[in-house]
């Protein structure tokens, strides 16, 4: 999957997890990611939508909150 839009910082080489980032890429670039969204309640990481479907829009079928997630995953 293509990661040139999303940032890295230049400390860590991290990348920054964006709410348009697909499920499936976030666990990709940031496997300890699972955890947290196994907590939020998201159990998309076994799912065939985390292939296609977008954080936000993920956020948006579970009732979440994206900002605060996006937090969480940021950390």
């Known amino acids: 999957m293509a ?3 999303n940032k890295t ?3 860590t080489g991290e990348v920054e997890i964006t709410r348009d980032m697909i499920i499936g890429e976030i666990i990709q670039v ?3 990611a699972i955890n947290t969204l196994l907590m939020a309640g998201m159990g998309c990481i076994a799912c065939p939508s985390s292939l296609y479907e ?3 829009e993920a956020c948006m079928v579970h009732g979440m909150d994206c900002d605060y997630l996006l937090g969480e995953l940021n950390k």
């Open 3 to 5: 990661l040139e839009n």
């Open 54 to 56: 977008s954080l936000e």
């Open 30 to 32: 940031k496997p300890e």
């Open 9 to 11: 910082t230049e400390k």
